[in-house]
Structure formats: structure tokens, C-alpha cells
């Protein structure tokens, strides 16, 4: 009993990160069980940190932050997980001579650590146009072949390392790319990817509606999490690229919502 107790208290957190809200009534329900034991498991839950005690329910206890994290810090976190998704997602890039757009973002920095270490060709080769506005992406792969780096002018914000502002957006606004590779700070169904910068928010969002395709960076533990400003819907994704440990209950939402989920090895 112990067991089912923890499975089922996992996978009410589960469930309020990925409806945003579950109530009393609904769990009861769904686990076959009375609304009392429901009730003990919010309120341990709650205590642990899991999840957030609202009249007749819960919600996820990371909803809507509007506080940034440093650079340095968002680096270190997940630092496994985000270095198993960069390699993923190397091997989504389309066929060279493709245009990317390439957003400010820790995951996304570590991406353009695996491409740069991609062998030189032999013979006639067609570059990569690569359009970023992060400062470390664009050292990282001035010096290979494969790549022809155009950095966005605009306003250096330091905490992110990466170019923002209106001229950044309006540059954007008159280019195309195949595809888009974006980190994002939170991901849920409802409110899609979302930053708490609003300047930062802006050029990712420049950058997903001009893409053909857009393909999120995004490792497990941003699951459920929620900032204030959101930057592209669920409609806008044609793939997520995460870590194992993503939920069943969040992938199963994605796929069925048309989105393809690449998870790294």
C-alpha cells in the first residue's frame, strides 16, 4: 500500500503540471479511491513541495514565476540532461545550406558545442546560415566551414549573454529560417513556452513565427514550470526534444497535440 500511495501521489503531481489544476473531486475519480485520502495526499504532497494547495484542489506549486535566473546558473542546472539534449538535436538539423535561427539559451549554447565539432566535408559543401542573436553560439562557431554566422544587432542583455531589442526583432521580422531551434524557461500546455523576460520573449518569438519549423529545447525538469511572458503556443511546435525522465502523462499531452517528442540518449 505504501507503494501505491507514492505512485499515486506522483502522478497527481504529474497530472496538475500537466491540466495546470486538479481537484479533489476528479482524483477521487480517477484513482478509485475516497475524497479524504485525496485530501491527505495534497496535503503531504503540498508539504513536500510537490504540488500547491488551492480550495478543492491543487495547482503546480512553480506556476507562473516572473523571476530570472542568471546565466551562469541556468548553465549548471540539468547540465547532464541539456548536454544529452544539444546532441539530440544536432541530429534533427535539416540539410545544409539550410537557414536556422538559433535563440540566446544555455541548451541551445551547448547544441552549438556539438555542431561545431562536426567533421569538415570533403569536397563542394553548401554552409549553414546560421542566424543568432547569442553571443556564445556565434563564438562558438565562427571559426568552422559548415556555418555562415549572422549575429542580430541590438542591446547585449548580460544576465542571458544574447542581443535583444528592437532592432533585433525588426531583423528578424524581415528574414526566413527552415528551421528554429529555442530554448525556453517553462513549458506547459496551456500557456506554451514562456521566459520572464519580456525583451528575450520578443526576439524568440520573432524567431518562431518566422520558421518553417520550430523545434524546443527542452529538459524535463522545465515541465509544468510557468513564466509570464509566453513566446510560442503548443500549435507553434512541430517537435519537443527532451530528457527520459519527462512525465508520461506531459508526452502522451504532447503527441496527441501533433507534436513530435525526440527524446536524447
Known amino acids: 500500500m505504501p507503494k501505491q500511495s507514492a505512485e499515486r501521489r506522483r502522478q497527481i503531481a504529474s497530472l496538475a503540471a500537466v491540466q495546470g489544476r486538479v481537484t479533489v473531486t476528479e482524483l477521487a475519480e ?4 475516497t475524497a479524504e485520502t485525496i485530501r491527505r495526499d495534497l496535503a503531504i504532497l503540498d508539504e513536500e513541495g510537490g504540488v500547491f494547495r488551492v480550495h478543492g484542489g491543487a495547482v503546480p506549486i512553480q506556476s507562473f514565476r516572473s523571476n530570472p535566473t542568471t546565466y551562469e546558473s541556468r548553465a549548471k542546472a540539468s547540465l547532464e540532461a541539456k548536454r544529452a539534449i544539444a546532441r539530440k538535436a544536432v541530429t534533427l538539423l535539416p540539410n545544409p545550406g539550410s537557414t536556422l535561427f538559433l535563440d540566446g539559451g544555455t541548451t541551445t549554447a551547448l547544441m552549438a558545442r556539438t555542431m561545431a565539432e562536426l567533421p569538415e566535408p570533403e569536397g563542394f559543401y553548401t554552409p549553414f546560415t546560421i542566424i543568432t542573436n547569442s553571443l556564445p ?13 549572422q549575429l542580430l544587432g541590438g542591446t547585449v542583455r548580460p544576465q542571458s549573454q544574447a542581443v535583444v531589442g528592437d532592432v533585433a526583432t525588426r531583423t528578424i521580422g524581415v528574414l526566413r529560417a ?3 531551434f529555442v530554448g525556453t524557461n517553462a513549458l506547459t500546455l496551456s500557456h506554451g513556452l514562456s521566459t ?4 528575450e520573449g520578443a526576439v524568440k518569438r520573432a524567431m518562431v513565427t518566422n520558421a518553417q ?3 524546443a529545447l527542452c529538459d524535463s525538469t522545465k515541465f509544468g514550470l510557468d513564466y509570464l511572458v509566453s513566446f510560442a503556443s503548443m500549435e ?3 517537435t519537443v526534444v527532451t530528457d527520459r ?5 506531459y508526452v502522451a499531452a504532447l503527441e496527441a497535440s501533433g507534436i513530435t517528442v525526440a527524446f536524447a540518449d
Do not use: C, G, N
Open 213 to 215: 519549423r520550430v523545434i
Open 236 to 238: 507553434d511546435l512541430s
Open 196 to 199: 520572464p523576460d519580456a525583451q
Open 178 to 180: 527552415d528551421t528554429a
Open 137 to 149: 553560439i556565434a563564438l562558438t562557431l565562427s571559426d568552422s566551414p559548415l556555418f555562415d554566422i
Open 30 to 33: 480517477r484513482f478509485k479511491v
Open 245 to 249: 525522465e519527462a512525465t508520461q502523462d
